[in-house]
């Protein structure tokens, strides 16, 4: 009889697993909370220094600041006010700001309560008190729309515009079905995909888009809308799911910050295996680029960006503030000793004009940048490259005079033998006798 109930409760117990929500499965233990917060002190840490030496700030770390359990509010409220600041400037002098950083701005702005349409701008041209960021965000999601329209691609990407929807959603702004049916349709014909590879980055930030949505419309509202994105949904979630390596990790390392956020919102999901790699991986410094931390942790604490709107405010404005953040010491480098070779190969894998290889000498411990640096030391006509810096860090833009392009869906794409490397050039630090490819490839 006892064996009897037993085993019914372990049935009850397994189907409720089978259907709770991520939030209560998963969990960080208690001598795994230190990793987190030293994710959270390394972006605190790279947003003093950014402040410090006048660069832009870095709106997906204010995100990840805003949904953590600790707080350094000073730096929050630092950084809120920089990237006001920084949004009026880039108005102001006409300089790049793509939809998708503008979404990622008004996102930002929302976790600390502060309205994107009226973002504080003293020094605006005709005497205008105030920038309004959302219909920034409308006119520029507009514009990808239509590029879409005309030429089957996004300005920029559909990783962009997701979160362009999501933004907008979030400030309970409506979005044409015309627009959600452009993001659908990209999802279902491989607009997520860049070469060979599906992009789980891009679908989860559709996932947390088109779930905002189908939440923001009320029966008896567009029934047929509904359904279909419920329908994309269902789509995306088992295409995701789908990319799930044996160790827990969702597309690759980086993007499993994201798929956990998607997943927490529209499905059901067993995380544990997930968490573990991933704090394994965190705690032998794979999320050290603050940019990696920031997409990471919101995961990591059991947050998504859903929730963003949802924060108290009463606690942000409040001075001194609550639970503040643990301080972590951050390790210098370890020194390393000695030298590695790495057989270094730049090819255009378009036209084939050039396939040239070099050995490279270097420290160990060197990133793949300073491979780079040295063999264009050694042959400059061959190996000399530009780069334009990024919130991942540095972005190769051109190797001996090639360069990438947007309209062409043209890069420079890293490989270490046949596979792609899944980080940049600075994150990224060879082992001896590695050979690694700099491609020219489509997009
Ligand atoms: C779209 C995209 C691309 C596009 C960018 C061009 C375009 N038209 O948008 C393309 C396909 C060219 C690309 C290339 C690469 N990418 Co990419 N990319 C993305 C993606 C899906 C979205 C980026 C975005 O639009 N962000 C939103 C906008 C508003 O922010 P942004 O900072 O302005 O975005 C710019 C930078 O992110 C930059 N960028 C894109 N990828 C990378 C990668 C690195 C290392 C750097 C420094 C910059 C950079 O291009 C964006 C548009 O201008 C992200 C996913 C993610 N989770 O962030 C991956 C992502 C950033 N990419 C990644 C990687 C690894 C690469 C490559 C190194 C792959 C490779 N082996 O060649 C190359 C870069 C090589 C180089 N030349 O230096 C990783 C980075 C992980 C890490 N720890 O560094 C991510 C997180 C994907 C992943 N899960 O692996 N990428």
Redesign the pocket.
């Known amino acids: 009889m006892a064996v009897g109930y037993v085993r019914m409760a372990l049935a009850v117990l397994l189907q409720l697993s089978v259907w709770l929500p991520v939030s209560l499965q998963c969990s960080v233990s208690a001598n795994q909370t230190v990793e987190v917060t030293r994710l959270l002190n390394i972006m605190v840490q790279s947003e003093k220094s950014s402040a410090a030496n006048g660069s832009t700030p870095n709106p997906s770390i204010l995100l990840a600041l805003r949904l953590a359990s600790y707080h350094d509010r000073d730096t929050e409220r630092c950084m809120l006010g920089r990237l006001q600041a920084d949004a009026v400037k880039r108005v102001e002098k006409g300089l790049t700001f793509?939809s998708?950083?503008v979404a990622?701005y008004c996102l930002a702005m929302q976790g600390c309560c502060a309205d994107p349409s009226l973002t504080p701008a003293p020094g605006l041209k005709g005497g205008k008190k105030a920038l309004d960021l959302r219909k920034l965000l409308e006119r520029k999601l507009k514009e990808e729309i239509e590029n879409i329209d005309s030429k089957h691609v996004p300005l920029?990407?559909y990783?962009?515009v997701g979160?362009d929807i999501l933004a907008l959603c979030m400030m309970g702004r409506p979005v044409t079905s015309h627009t959600v049916q452009r993001l659908i349709e990209a999802s279902d014909n491989g607009g997520f995909s860049?070469g060979e590879i599906y992009?789980?980055?891009?679908a989860s930030v559709a996932v947390l888009a088109l779930t905002c949505v189908r939440r923001s419309i009320n029966p008896p509202n567009p029934v047929v809308l509904r359904l279909k994105i419920q329908n994309a949904l269902k789509r995306l979630i088992k295409n995701i799911l789908q990319e799930t390596t044996s160790d827990g990790l969702i597309?690759?390392l980086?993007?499993t910050g994201?798929a956990m956020q998607a997943l927490s919102v529209a499905s059901t999901y067993n995380c544990s295996r997930t968490f573990q790699t991933v704090l394994e991986r965190a705690g032998s410094g794979s999320f050290d680029?603050p940019m990696?931390a920031s997409?990471i942790t919101p995961s990591l604490e059991n947050r998504n960006y859903l929730g963003l709107n949802k924060l108290d405010c009463k606690e942000f404005k409040k001075n001194p503030a609550d639970s503040p953040l643990p301080l972590v010491p951050l390790a210098p480098p370890a020194a390393q000793q000695g030298v590695l070779t790495v057989h270094y190969t730049v090819e255009d894998g378009l036209r084939y004009t050039f396939n040239d290889l070099i050995d490279v000498t270097v420290p160990t411990g060197s990133s793949l940048l300073r491979v780079m640096e040295e063999a264009a030391k050694i042959s400059p006509a061959k190996f000399r490259f530009t780069v334009e810096q990024?919130?991942?860090?540095?972005?190769?833009t051109s190797i001996q005079g090639l360069a990438?392009n947007?309209e062409e869906r043209t890069?420079?794409?890293?490989?270490t033998g046949n596979t792609?490397?899944?980080?940049?050039?600075t994150?990224y630090k060879p082992h001896d006798g590695e050979y690694i490819v700099a491609k020219f490839s489509k997009?």
Not at 411 to 415: A, R, V
Request: net charge negative; proline share 2%.
């Open positions: 793509s998708g950083t990622l920029t990407s990783y962009q979160l860049h992009s789980v980055d891009t597309g690759n980086y993007s994201l680029n990696a997409q990024s919130s991942w860090g540095p972005f190769v990438g947007t890069y420079w794409q890293f490989l792609t490397l899944d980080q940049g050039v994150d997009y």
